[in-house]
Nanobody, 125 residues
Framework: QVQLVESGGGLAQAGGSLRLSCAAS????????MGWFRQAPGQEREFVAA????????YYADSVKGRFTISRDNAKSTVYLQMNSLKPEDTAVYYC??????????????????WGQGTQVTVSS
């Protein structure tokens, strides 16, 4: 069993920054990929960013590329999402997730095995 706990959400002004954290516990992740997804009211959950646990290869949605940075601290079993130049359209509940048997696809939410509870990010204009 894996537990994922997000933190760091909140309210920011357009152009501002927030950093989300996702602390993982319960097992080691030698072949995993960690992802961030978000879901705005009335919309489907969408991929934001992902990082491989071993190697640290990163992937981003086009909508956040150049503004968001995903990183990880293996020693702390924690993944971060640094969000800069925030826009009102970034407002959503953000979820971290882990695919413990990463097979090459990182943007499909159904590939992920465990999910955090979500953290609200609200960006005001």
């Amino acid at each position: 069993q894996v537990q994922l706990v997000e933190s760091g959400g909140g309210l920011a002004q357009a152009g501002g920054s927030l950093r989300l954290s996702c602390a993982a516990s319960g097992r080691t992740f030698s072949r995993a990929v960690m992802g961030w997804f978000r879901q705005a009211p009335g919309q489907e959950r969408e991929f934001v960013a992902a990082i491989t646990w071993t190697g640290g290869t990163t992937y981003y949605a086009d909508s956040v590329k150049g503004r968001f940075t995903i990183s990880r601290d293996n020693a702390k079993s924690t993944v971060y999402l640094q969000m800069n130049s925030l826009k009102p359209e970034d407002t959503a509940v953000y979820y971290c997730a882990v695919d413990i048997r990463y097979g090459g696809t990182y943007s499909r939410d159904y590939e992920y095995d465990y999910w955090g509870q979500g953290t609200q990010v609200t960006v005001s204009s």
